[in-house]
């Protein structure tokens, strides 16, 4: 029997249920499954806890005069102890709308994984993945690749044109990383105007000229700003991960270093183990 439901800003009405069967309703594997966990709880005497998805749109007959679109549930399924006579096996089964509860969950779990101005990674988030990922390169022997880029020249533009325009600045530079093909890459804001970038599965050489063609896109795109555009330039570190790479720590020491080998050498370059900066010749 169906109780509630009188909430339509949680629930579809249940008028169209009675009299109904689950497979009459609804989808013969949905019908299956629900009536699997029945058994269970009836078979061994235990209540059982899920979540599922369901949508009006699965159930036929409904009126859909309650929340649009999928919504989460949590059931309860508990047996009923059979008294005296000739009282059938049957549950208690109780079920609630989470979706709030579980757009919340999403939604803190957006705020403690990205970065709030730019949209990508933030550090604490950047260095989880960048784990996971040398723990699965090694395993499976895959290269990998990590970069960390700096802006040359961003106090110049929060100093000039205030950190407005500084904090569009870096949005800009975060959405032109993202765009076109880059197989693998994962982006992260790990500083104020510092950037890390994982190529899963990608060799140094190919990490390195991949950063040079960014470099040469802002050279072509820069920020346009009104009546004028701002040049965008980064200098950059890129190291592949060596067996001497114990843990996140010692890989972002490498690239650090050649960030800094970078920047010392002039800036918006890309520096790298065996690199030469041939303006130096």
Known sequence: RGLGGSDRAAYDSLAYLVGKTLHDIMP?????????????????GLPHVYEYTLSADDCAGNAHDGPPGPQWFMGRIAPIVAGAGDVPDCVAWVVINITRRRQLEAELQRLATTDELTGLLNRRAFLARLETAMETARAAGLPLALAILDLD???????????AVGDAFLRYVAKALLAGPAPGRVLGRVGGEEF?????????PAAAALLREWQMQFHVRPFELADQAIGVAFS???V????EDASTTDLLR?????????KHAGRGLVAHPGWIDRRLG
């Open 196 to 204: 890390a970038v994982l190529f899963e599965g990608l060799a140094l």
């Open 254 to 262: 490498r690239a650090d270093h050649w960030l800094y080998e970078a």
């Open 236 to 238: 950059a570190g890129v």
């Open 240 to 243: 592949a991960m060596a067996d």
């Open 153 to 163: 020249h961003f106090k110049a533009v929060n100093d000039r044109f205030g950190h």
């Open 28 to 44: 013969a594997a949905l019908a299956d499954g629900f009536l699997a966990d029945v058994r269970r709880v009836i078979d061994t």
